[in-house]
């Protein structure tokens, strides 16, 4: 992926500059895709024809999918950590609210994704950046649909401030920034 | 071929619930609430069912004068009865509908068998309940559902006759058949509930009842029902006059319709079957996750230092697989310093879903073979390329 290289890192300079009439033009927006990280729930949508091998989607190369065995496994602080290690947007995709395989995983993610917009608004991220898609196992051209719609609601966000200690565990290895850096899952006691 | 019928089955559930969800918001879709549904028309039942208990005289000569009373002279003695009547045949179709969804959407797998082993049960009863409603009833339909029963027990070797004296107390028409089916409409019905204890048992927060919209509706439809079609007997049963035209309830007396074409036997030899394929149905599939093509994330484990006791993964653990036990000794982290209780995971109930990783503030959760790590590290290559 040629292209994949520079957009993370210039993007969000360059993201407020342009500003929204270079979103509009249409063509010119591929060099400001902004970087989504997507958690999918193994009994969702159907990953097989939209990801390719590394994990990106097929159709929209700026968006990676993490498989994940259910919607509630994910722990919002991962979702955190992703937003500060660089990517610009985060979202969890699960079956159909109330029918989820696991029967509320999909529920309970819901709630904890609304506890951790209402704090990301206190730390000064758009919440807008966390976001959680729900469809089910075949209807994968409307989750799709769905991603590049955030995606394209995200591109639109002003950039946020850029922290400089978010970059430093992008350079550390993938192990200490969980025991170490203060980005990592922060501990926080949410309602059952 | 059993797989592949069972892709194109689930394929088709999933496109009805599309276009359901595309005219109702999901969290309203009926179909995701048929079990709160059949909670719901029980409800009905049993209340309605009191109230019939109260007029309703089990013996030869009474029961249908009984139910001639309550539909003519009880004030709204027809409605009720009309009630008891239509919501039985909503019982039956909503837990038809369960059975077939679960089934299709392999809801039966891990370790939720016991949820459809007392499901399938609960299938049975409800199916023998309705059948002893029709023969309370007292009317033709009725005597000629139990000549019929009678001669499909008879027809099994060595023990049926004994069966059909155990079951209608003794050969022919006695005065002890109607006090027995009152029981055994009456007794089942309770024993339906315990059943439901242990559809429930390993379920936590069960959905047991649907959204107000939809208790509304069934309400409503049923209501509507017994007062545009009110529920009618037969002419009276008598000995004299044997029936010959059995009017057929589709939902309930399916197996005597059969028996126009088939044995008695064959058809006690065909239920047997289609009952134990039933209960068989959860352990048909390869049930390793390798096999299925599936993660193996490997059994939730404690982690004993973090715990601090909080019971947050006890509540939200679908499937009851977390118990909460004393303490044996004090966690290493400050959190976990004071606290009395400590998370176990039973193993034979975990289906390896993760939840109560998400639901640990404390990382006292993990999955042994996708760590915390794992997910940070892919995320990382994500942010990176």
Known sequence: ?192 | MYRRLLASLLRWTLRLDVGINRVYPADFNPLYYTGGLSNLFLTILILSGLFLFFYYVPSYNEAYTTVQYISERVPYGQIIRGIHRYSADGFMIVILLHFFRNWFTERFRFSRDEPWISGMMLLVFAGFIGVTGYVLVWDQRAELLVVMTGNALAAIPAVGGWLRNLLFGGPGLTNLLLPRMLFLHVGPAVLLYVLLWWHYVRLRHPKVWPPAVWTLFSLGVVLLLSGLIPAASQPQASPTTPPRQLAVDWLFLLPYVSLKYLTPLWLIVLATVIIVYGLYIPYQLPETRAEMGLRESGIAQVIDANCTGCELSYYDCPYNAIVMAPSPHPGVTKAAQARKLLAIVLESRCVECGICIGACPFEALELPHFLEQDVQAKVLTACRS
Do not use: H
């Open chain 1, 1 to 192: 992926m040629p292209e994949l290289g520079p957009p993370p890192k210039s993007q969000s300079q360059s993201a407020p500059a342009p500003g929204n009439p270079a979103r509009a033009a249409g063509p010119g927006a591929a060099a400001r895709r902004p970087k989504i990280v997507g958690f999918l729930c193994d009994w969702a949508v159907s990953a097989e024809g939209i990801v390719r091998e590394d994990g990106t989607m097929r159709d929209l190369p700026n968006v990676t999918l993490i498989k994940v065995p259910c919607s509630g496994f994910i722990r919002p602080s991962w979702l955190e950590f992703a937003l500060k290690n660089g990517a610009d947007g985060t979202f969890v995709c699960g079956c159909p609210l109330g029918d989820c395989f696991n029967r509320l995983g999909n529920n309970l993610i819901q709630d904890r994704v609304a506890q951790m917009r209402r704090r990301l608004e206190r730390q000064k991220i758009q919440p807008d950046r966390v976001g959680t898609i729900y469809y089910g196992l075949r209807e994968q051209e409307q989750f799709v649909a769905a991603v590049r719609e955030f995606s394209d609601r995200v591109a639109q966000l002003p950039a946020p401030p850029p922290p400089p200690p978010a970059r430093r565990p992008a350079g550390v290895s993938p192990a200490t920034p969980a025991d170490g850096s203060p980005s990592g899952p922060t501990p926080a006691p949410e309602e059952p």
